[in-house]
């Protein structure tokens, strides 16, 4: 298509994850291309080995990838997108040499989840579930959820804590897997597993709290999904968590507290918060943000100077 004149430097090609097989195809024809028919190229990065947690260290796979990266920020005409200030400066560290954006966000429908629910439940009508929707990988850190369970219904026994997994419960590390069995054949801990995507939703319809303790999630699609559903969201905050929040003290916790994470699930447990439906309404603009970024309307995202931390601290929204 470059070559026919199809593509033009006009035009840009978005990719929703960096790492995508073939790419090094791109740098070998645009080199060999004139400019006026090298378009745009924009990589949404979503960790990779700039995360140290990231499952790629866990499987011995970070020198590679780190090389492939270095290859990423080599193509002509390449922008990089990260999801938050926090992924822009491990990026920074990693000297990436590409401009980089902030887009503060995943790519999320709200109207799509909210059509798929139905009405949604009352507060005071939903089973006090603590419900955790993240992969049981090691990086989640399963370990504080359960030690949290074990403490929480120690005192209240009504209180159900519940794994959501959309296929069978696996980890990359046997042990939570054991540990959660354990937990279930005690009755404290539910695991749903299998979950079709709507039964999914019925199930955060009917939760109290969407609780999570990751090392990373660089935003998490788990949240917007709950916080459109009316459910409350318990987070640590660490890394991209603060600005998802907008800092928002009372549904964060310190990570890693178990004693503050207990006191701050007990009031969410109680009652609706008056923030809910906020992170969800500032991720359902994440696309809008990633247009205006393309079509070159987006340049206050930008984080490639030497200023790049001066937005940390400020509210998204």
Known sequence: MMKNGEITSNDAVFFEDMFQPGMESLPYIL???PEKYRPKIYLRCLAQAIDPDDF????GM????????QMCNEIPGVNILATNEEMVAHMRIANWVAPIYNISGLSYGKQEVLDRVGPIKPFDKRTKRVAFAARFDQEKQPDFYMDLAQRVRKSNPDV??????????????????TRARELESKGDLKIYENLKK??????????RVLFNCALQDWVSNTVSEADTVGCNVLFPAYRSFPETFAND???????????????????????????IGKISDWTDGTVD????????????????GKHYRDWVSQPKY
Not at 62 to 69: F, H, I, R
Not at 198 to 207: I, Q, T
Not at 289 to 304: A, T
Request: glycine fraction near 4%; proline fraction near 3%.
């Open 56 to 59: 790629v260290h866990v499987w």
């Open 289 to 304: 943000r990633m247009l205006d970024i393309i079509e070159g309307k987006g340049e206050q995202w930008r984080r490639d």
């Open 62 to 69: 970070s020198k590679w990838m780190s090389l492939y990266e």
């Open 249 to 275: 003290r009372d549904r964060m916790y310190i990570p890693w507290s178990s004693e503050d994470a207990f006191q701050k699930l007990n009031i969410l447990l109680a009652r609706p918060h008056s923030n």
């Open 31 to 33: 080199q060999q291309s």
């Open 160 to 177: 159900e804590f519940a794994v959501l997994s959309g296929g069978p419960l696996r980890s990359n590390n046997e042990k939570y897997l």
């Open 198 to 207: 709507d039964e999914y939703y019925k199930l955060l319809n009917d939760s």
